[in-house]
């Protein structure tokens, strides 16, 4: 049997879809208490996956999905700047 190198694969918490991280967005609670979106992907904190796709935002807002998978609120202005990056 041959080995399949595995690509490092993160789960929407809109969609719940496995993709490879490059094509998701990361949102982050810094360690600090603040929700960013992490365009490096290199902050540190408790980070949550997103398609690009305002579908997926719409998703992950429902239900509060991406607010429990940070443990933190949602700012406004996090909120807005994800809708204008997806649309
Ligand atoms: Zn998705």
Same mark, same amino acid.
């Given at each position: 049997m041959g080995r399949i190198r595995k690509i490092p694969q993160r789960i929407c918490v809109g969609c719940q879809k496995a993709r490879g991280k490059k094509e998701l967005i990361r949102i982050v609670r810094t360690p600090d208490l603040q929700v960013k979106i992490?365009?490096? *992907?290199?902050?540190? *904190?408790r980070g949550a996956y997103l398609c690009r796709d305002l579908e997926c935002l719409d998703l992950a807002m429902t239900g509060k999905k991406l607010q429990r998978a940070l443990h933190a609120d949602l700012p406004p202005e996090v909120v807005e700047n994800l809708k204008a990056q997806l649309a």
């Amino acid at each position: 049997m041959g080995r399949i190198r595995k690509i490092p694969q993160r789960i929407c918490v809109g969609c719940q879809k496995a993709r490879g991280k490059k094509e998701l967005i990361r949102i982050v609670r810094t360690p600090d208490l603040q929700v960013k979106i992490d365009a490096t *992907g290199k902050l540190s *904190g408790r980070g949550a996956y997103l398609c690009r796709d305002l579908e997926c935002l719409d998703l992950a807002m429902t239900g509060k999905k991406l607010q429990r998978a940070l443990h933190a609120d949602l700012p406004p202005e996090v909120v807005e700047n994800l809708k204008a990056q997806l649309a």
